[in-house]
């Protein structure tokens, strides 16, 4: 067995829906070194809106290889195709570290004995789990969930998998806690949720952040995640518990679903602001995608909407607004993107992921195409 300074670290980026997983994973790749780096990047929906947005980033590396694992979680339903692309990027000589952002619903805990159980079956592992980052918002948390997570920390009896014990089963283990968007919430607030993290995780460093900013060293060079230490010090017994009893299915145990939206034609602004601000459905935990504007054919628009916030930015252009001496070097870069051109729009397209529990999809897609125009 090869010693940790001889792996490949591989740095686990966790967190419920809307936290700022990708936000984060953006950041970093900005700032830190990029040559020898693979990204695994996990979606629950069939389509990887995730993947998509970091493609996007004008800091990525031609050389950067990104594996993309969606329809499912790596802690449950897509844990072998995760690790069968662990070890094959183990093996190649050029990838020397390898970041994994996993899906808004993947425990964590269910990960790292995924990676136990490599460990024990492979007679060289050249891989070893360095970090599990686990994103919090804040303002979420303070909002929606720190009521319920109390109750849960103090009652004796644990109910059923649910949301609550999801976010609870993400803080519990990890060791290092990036606290989202915290320019949200004013300081006896965010003491309020750093006290509840700490009596779930006593031993994760707890990082303060806005707009997913933080230094790399705290993730890359700080304190290395221990398997027994983060089990120790944590609640992590009830987590195992309900992860023992989680039927096949996995995600669906804990009554959340998702489908896609697709559509080539533009959105009218107006109305679809409206839909969001007036109309939008309370059964939708979380929704993100890229969408366009009729009035604005250049720009990609990143909607996201988690718990009671929604917002629509600009992110990047569409690569049909590009000169096509542009566009041929994305092609090359990315021939998927020719493959899957349009000879009226280009790469424009509204793809929007929704996830939530309880909802009516056809009535919710109704109201998503009566926003759709033409374009000017």
């Given at each position: 067995m090869f010693q940790k300074s001889e792996k490949k670290p591989v740095t686990l980026i966790t967190g419920y829906l809307?936290?700022?997983?990708?936000?984060?994973?953006?950041?970093?790749?900005?700032?830190?070194?990029?040559?020898?780096?693979?990204?695994?990047?996990?979606?629950?929906?069939?389509?990887?809106?995730?993947?998509s947005l970091v493609k996007k980033n004008k800091g990525l590396s031609a050389d950067t290889t990104m594996v993309e694992l969606q329809n499912g979680c790596i802690c449950c339903t897509l844990q072998d195709a995760f690790m069968d692309q662990i070890d094959k990027l183990s093996k190649d000589k050029k990838i020397t570290k390898i970041m994994v952002e996993a899906s808004g619903i993947s425990n964590p805990a269910a990960i790292a004995e995924g990676f136990l159980a490599y460990e024990e079956r492979k007679r060289k592992s050249y891989v070893y789990l360095s970090s599990i980052v686990t994103v919090v918002d804040a303002d979420r948390i303070y909002t929606e969930f720190l009521e319920g997570m109390e109750q849960n920390i103090t009652s004796e009896s644990v109910e059923g998998p649910d949301i609550i014990n999801l976010v609870m089963d993400q803080i519990e283990f990890c060791n290092v806690v990036i606290l989202n968007k915290c320019d949200l919430l004013e300081q006896e607030k965010k003491d309020k949720v750093k006290e509840m993290i700490h009596q779930l995780q006593t031993e994760a460093d707890i990082i303060e952040s806005i707009h997913g900013k933080v230094d790399p060293?705290?993730?890359?060079?700080?304190?290395?995640?221990?398997?027994?230490?983060?089990?120790?010090?944590?609640?992590?017994q009830k987590a195992l518990d309900r992860e023992h009893e989680m039927e096949a299915e996995g995600l669906h145990n804990y009554g959340i679903t998702s489908f896609v939206f697709e559509e080539k034609k533009p959105f009218?602004?107006?109305?679809?602001?409206?839909?969001?601000?007036?109309?939008?459905?309370?059964?939708?935990?979380?929704?993100?995608g890229y969408i366009w504007f009729a009035d604005d054919d250049s720009y990609v628009q990143l909607f996201e909407q988690a718990g009671r916030n929604a917002s629509v930015s600009k992110v990047s252009n569409w690569v049909a607004s590009f000169t096509e001496k542009e566009q041929k070097e994305v092609f090359d870069q990315y021939p998927e993107v020719r493959e899957e051109w349009d000879a009226v729009y280009g790469d424009r397209l509204n793809q929007i992921v929704f996830i939530g529990r309880g909802y009516n999809e056809e009535t919710i897609r109704n109201k998503v195409r009566t926003c759709l125009t033409e374009t000017k």
């Open positions: 809307g936290s700022g997983k990708t936000t984060l994973l953006n950041e970093l790749l900005k700032m830190e070194e990029l040559e020898g780096l693979a990204l695994i990047v996990n979606d629950m929906g069939s389509v990887n809106i995730d993947a060293d705290v993730i890359f060079n700080g304190r290395k995640f221990d398997y027994e230490e983060v089990l120790q010090s944590s609640l992590l009218d602004r107006k109305r679809f602001m409206a839909f969001v601000e007036e109309d939008y459905p309370g059964e939708l935990i979380r929704t993100k």
